[in-house]
């Protein structure tokens, strides 16, 4: 139990940069370039930054 808890802990912020990190990557990409492939859809991408955040947050204190 012990090894599952560590290695959570150590893959678990490195999960929720995948998760935070591409969204942060294409809006910087596509507001310079392709202004029209701007995401509309706000409610979806502060779901990806929360989950990101919380699971980064949770994997450190080991829940």
Do not use: H
Request: avoid cysteine; aromatic fraction near 8%; charge should be neutral.
């Amino acid at each position: 139990m012990l090894l599952f808890s560590l290695a959570s802990m150590l893959s678990g912020p490195i999960l929720g940069l995948l998760y935070i990190i591409p969204v942060i990557v294409s809006y910087i990409e596509t507001k310079d370039v392709v202004p029209a492939l701007n995401p509309t859809r706000y409610w979806a991408i502060a779901l990806a930054m929360i989950s990101g955040i919380l699971i980064i947050i949770l994997s450190i204190l080991g829940l």
